[in-house]
């Protein structure tokens, strides 16, 4: 029996994958937003001059999904990857989760109502230049008014060239992925009926293991930190946001010690802190306090950067040490942000073998290892096909 199914060039489908389950939270969506979170803690990872400048490693799955979600699940996958990765990196609380949200949605909505305009004049390339250069603006925008000031117009520059950037190499590898891609072939056409696979059931996020409802009750640490998370927002100095960045950061190392992880390093808060200040300070404002190779540090300037930078800061660690990385949600959000974590969790499980002359071929194989550990029943047959198809030069 045949299940491989041909591919339209520009894979448009224009309705759900899951026609006929009526729940949010449907298998695909879910695997698509794990691929996402993944994507994002790779570049989460990378160092960078800002917390809230993205490589955009994670829109590649939001990019495809153009194309294979109907509206309505399209923008709600932009959603629980938007809030999934802000609860798993500890940022919700902070504003840096802000940047992350209108940044993904205004990326997203850029690339929708485009893909709906020109239709098949766009390709990847011009979608995916077009939402870095979107969530950028609308960052620079929000970053104007919370963190730079008017000195933001020397971050322009670099989150051009970092869109442009970000978005030339998204779009291309989206192209070649696209068109080689068996596992994508599968995944598009896994529920339409008599075109491709059989119909079988995936995984039912009511069957998926819920942890157990913690304590409503909160830790002293969680208390202690949204005491000094408040006392920090309302007190809006630098001496208080210093303060409140130094007692966040010894509580993530107690937080760290007693649960056996890696200490937090300072280096790189202390980077962001001085880049921040050091863009203020390129606006002279108030009294001069000293002119090295001509340049004026003023002092207002240097407090409002070094405020803006702590303050930052200090939210970030706060707001990790608030949030319990075993965070439930309820209902049925709750049972669809399990099946979520479950699949991130089964991303990292296993390692992937990545081969340099055959790139699409080696991430085709992981995601259909992990789509075969996740739901065997449903994708065993799909081993064969694939490689028979890559073997034929399909």
Not at 150 to 168: C, E
Not at 264 to 286: A, D, E, F, W
Request: with cysteine; hydrophobic share 50%.
């Amino acid at each position: 029996m045949e299940y491989m199914c041909k591919l339209p060039e520009r894979l448009i489908i224009r309705k759900s994958m899951h026609s006929s389950n009526k729940s949010k939270f449907s298998y695909n969506i879910m695997f698509l937003a794990a691929i996402s979170l993944v994507l994002a803690t790779i570049d989460v990872s990378i160092p960078k001059p800002v917390p809230f400048l993205r490589i955009g490693l994670a829109n590649l799955p939001i990019l495809l999904a153009l194309f294979l979600l109907p509206a309505r699940e399209y923008f709600f996958l932009v959603f629980i990857k938007s809030l999934g990765m802000s609860i798993i990196s500890g940022m919700l609380l902070s504003y840096v989760a802000l940047f992350s949200f209108v940044g993904s949605f205004a990326s997203a909505g850029i690339m929708w109502l485009f893909s709906k305009i020109f239709a098949e004049k766009i390709s990847f390339l011009g979608l995916a230049i077009a939402g870095a250069l979107a969530s950028n603006s609308i960052q620079l925008l929000i970053a104007r008014y919370l963190v730079f000031g008017t000195s933001v117009r020397f971050m322009v520059p670099l989150f051009i060239v970092a869109g442009l950037g970000s978005g030339i190499v998204l779009g291309l590898f989206s192209l070649q992925f696209a068109k080689k891609s068996q596992w994508l072939k599968n995944f598009a056409f896994q529920n339409r009926k008599n075109d491709c696979l059989p119909k079988e059931k995936f995984p039912d996020p009511k069957s998926v293991t819920v942890p157990e409802k913690p304590s409503r009750a909160l830790s002293p640490v969680q208390l202690f930190s949204l005491l000094v998370m408040a006392t920090v927002i309302l007190a809006n100095t630098l001496l208080v946001a210093i303060i409140g960045f130094l007692l966040a950061f010894a509580v993530n190392i107690y937080q760290a010690k007693k649960n056996q992880k890696k200490l937090p390093s300072l280096i790189m808060p202390i980077l962001v802190i001085g880049g921040i200040t050091l863009v203020h300070l390129l606006i002279p404002r108030g009294k001069v306090l000293i002119a090295p190779a001509g340049l004026p540090i003023t002092e207002t300037a240097l407090f409002a950067g070094m405020k803006s930078g702590f303050f930052l800061e200090a939210l970030i660690f706060l707001s990790k040490n608030t949030l319990d990385s075993n965070l439930t949600l309820p209902g049925k959000l709750g049972q669809g942000f399990a099946q979520l974590f479950n699949l991130y969790k089964l991303f990292f499980s296993i390692k992937p073998t990545i081969k340099q002359h055959s790139l699409i071929a080696s991430i085709d194989e992981y995601l259909l290892t992990i789509e075969m550990r996740y739901a065997p029943n449903s994708l065993t047959h799909l081993t064969d096909n694939i490689i028979m198809n890559r073997q034929r030069g399909f």
